[in-house]
């Protein structure tokens, strides 16, 4: 195990690598540079091969590559050039709004998810089940920016209890959850829909097995059956399915992060893609990689504990 | 008796002064929350470009040695600011100013001086500024002594005092600030307008805070918060819920606009600031023809675009020049009327009786662009001319069609001044693929348009006009100019769309009227406040 996992880190620096080379080259090879960007609408050609010159996107790609490694390795993660300001700080800055919108999505995704799905599984056809099959096919096709909207129109405009400006201040825990709640429920909603089909079709599965009925058969209760027996296998692949589903929230955020106007990775991700900003593309998508590669490998360790049959070597 | 009726009078005097403030009664709260439509600035550097969202921060915290009559949309009504006065030589080579004295920078950076004023220039010239060109007939400023400032000029300039107004390079900063913050100077401005830059969180906010040395005087608000509030869903509810006290790019929908007012929120559908241009790319065939350009423009109707936003924002444009700018004509411009009939029999006599398919149209994926595209696209199907629409992204659009790649290109541009619009939009040095390209798509002055063997230009008539200070001579060069462009027809002007936003009841700008603004956003000044509500 323990070897298992040092091989896993070790191979971190490897996928960083190759993760900022692609984005490095396909960054360039787009029509359109950041000069375009920067100098607007009625910029004339001198003024954008002079910006080029300045920015030093004129030398040879390969030039380029090597200068960008070199502060790579010092550690100097470069300077935005869209808005001038340092991209290591801007991105630590942005990381705690994105960090705890994702992980309190989660949470409502789990805490939502599970129990509709178990409740579907277990009242199986009945009202119940198609209910809540009912209600996650609509948080499966509604668009999170939609969600988002009717939210704020419920919570914010109407009954006026949640605020859908900005992320609060850090310094700040109680506004900082205040501003937290209707982006993240927004979505969480979105999310439970995955989990409780995931949860649902794991938990169906799980019932039907011969060790379910011998435990029926034993005289044991059937919540005792569910809770201890059944629940546990049923929530491996819910475990891997957050794995996944971790790289997609990021996507999602982007849309949240803009609808409630705070700040964040994934707004900061595809400002900078519009921009053409490449620094903070290449920075901010290496630590996003970062990011996903240690949440899968927590998610494979945490697997071994919970499903003492997988062994890594 | 009669001391006991003054007393009496008084108190009614009194008293009545009491009802009518307190109905004017300040809000505690005098922190101003503006919801800007980016995600976020560039810097607030007037060196740089700055952008939607940054213009109004920029006037916020700087001054020009002039400034706009706030509220009115006039060239000729600028207003002194940091200088008290001015005088031009009879020959319009030599302004002097008269500066302010005692005027303070913010954070303790001094008194503002000639130095100042002089450097804030000086620097966008010599550092190649996007701003320079605006200052390219100024040959020399001179600093006569600290409140005595004078430019002389190469040749002159009708439009100069334009350029040292508080907007783009017009904004005069710290020299001592930014000689010692360098490139920090970026993110951290020193002017002497009515408001103090406090901080800037990337993709969060800028605040400011009310400058209580202020010359003009302490200003009423303690500060504004400009948040980036990209999404337009987000800034419609947040004003409806009165979580932001005014928006700036707001939905142009008249639909919109409706809603919006009836809900008790104020929308100012100021001027008719951005044209709109269908520029016909001249070296692609069958656009060199000039039955087939004037066959496309009878068959646009100016009226769809007009319906598709409202007519209290939008008006069709006939001229160039749009409606409502210095020098713009409309008597004499043929309009091109909605004509079908016509317009097929000019494409007929062209050899396309038929019609033809003119390739793919590029399009930014931004409503702005790609709305009148479509319109035309629908329009032109009825004569049977066809394109594809490539909506790309937007850097990657302003790239693509600065190499000739769309046979037509629907270019939305605000400029303040006619020579603006001229030279960018129809003078040859424009012409994009050149040296000194800019936003010349339809290779107008380069080409034959009408097929006589003789190039067509009106070159001529631009550069006469932007240094001729008879007003009525520079206005008869201007009409000169229109006719002739739209004779030979480069490019055809679709409408006019007035700047959108709005503001909340209790939002006093401190200037009345408001009837329009060169620059999209508010002007916020030291009387602007916050009324009780």
Known sequence: MLTYTVRRIAMVPIVLAIVVTIVFFAMRMVPGGPAYALLGSYASAEAVRQLEMELGLDRPIWEQYLTFLGDLVRGDLGTSIYNGRPVGPELMRAFPFTGALCLATIIWGVALGVPLGALTAIRRNSLWDYVGRVVSLVGLTVPPFYLAILLIVAFSLKLRIFPMIGGGELANPAEFLYHLFLPSLTLGIVMSAFVSRTVRAALLEVLSTDYVRTARSKGLREGTVLAKHAMRTALIPTVAFLGVYMTLLLGGAVVIEVVFSRTGWGRILVNAMKQRDYPVLQAGLMLFSAVVVAVNLIVDVIYTYIDPRIKYS | MRKLLICLATAILVVSLGIWCLGQELAENQVLKVASPDDDITGLDPFDFLGTSAEPMSRAIYEGL?????????????????????????????????????????????????????????????????????????????????????????????????????????????????????????????????????????????????????????PILEGIEFIFMPDVNTRTLALESGQVDTATDVPDEEEWVQNMRDKGVIVDALGYDIPLLCHFNMTVEPLNDIRVRQALCYAISREDFVLFHGPSICKPQVSVLPPGMYASITEGIPPYEYDLEKARQLLSDAGYPNGFDLGTALSSVRDLYLDPLEIIQAQWAEI?????????????????????????????????????????????DAIVGKETAITNFSHYGDVDCDGDGTIDSVDEYIELARSEVNTERQKALYAIAQLQTSLDVPVYPLRVLAAVQARQTWVDLGHVPYEGSYINGYAYTELTKILKH
């Open chain 2, 66 to 218: 002039v400034r706009f009559n706030y509220g009115y949309v006039a060239v000729d009504k600028m207003e002194p600011a940091l200088a008290e006065s001015w005088e031009v030589s009879n020959d319009g080579l030599v302004w002097t100013f008269y500066l302010r004295e005692g005027v303070q920078f913010h954070h303790g950076y001094g008194e503002f001086t000639a130095e100042d004023a002089k450097f804030s220039i000086d620097r966008l010239v010599e550092g190649n500024s996007r701003h320079a060109g605006d200052y390219a007939t100024v040959a020399e400023i001179v600093v006569i002594d600290p409140y005595t400032l004078e430019f002389l000029l190469s040749e002159p300039n009708p439009f100069f005092l334009f350029t040292v107004g508080n907007f783009h390079g017009g904004s005069v900063v710290s020299k001592k600030a930014v000689e010692e913050l360098g490139e920090g100077f970026r993110s951290m401005p020193v002017g002497t307008g009515p408001f103090e830059f406090k901080e800037w969180l990337s993709k969060e906010k800028v605040v400011l805070e009310g400058f209580d040395d202020y010359w003009r005087g302490e």
């Open chain 2, 384 to 428: 049977g001319v066809t394109f594809e629409i490539n909506a790309v992204a937007h850097t990657e659009y302003h790239a693509l069609i600065r190499q000739d790649l769309s046979p037509i290109v629907v270019y939305p541009g605000p400029r303040p001044t006619p020579d603006m619009i001229f030279t960018q939009y129809i003078h040859s």
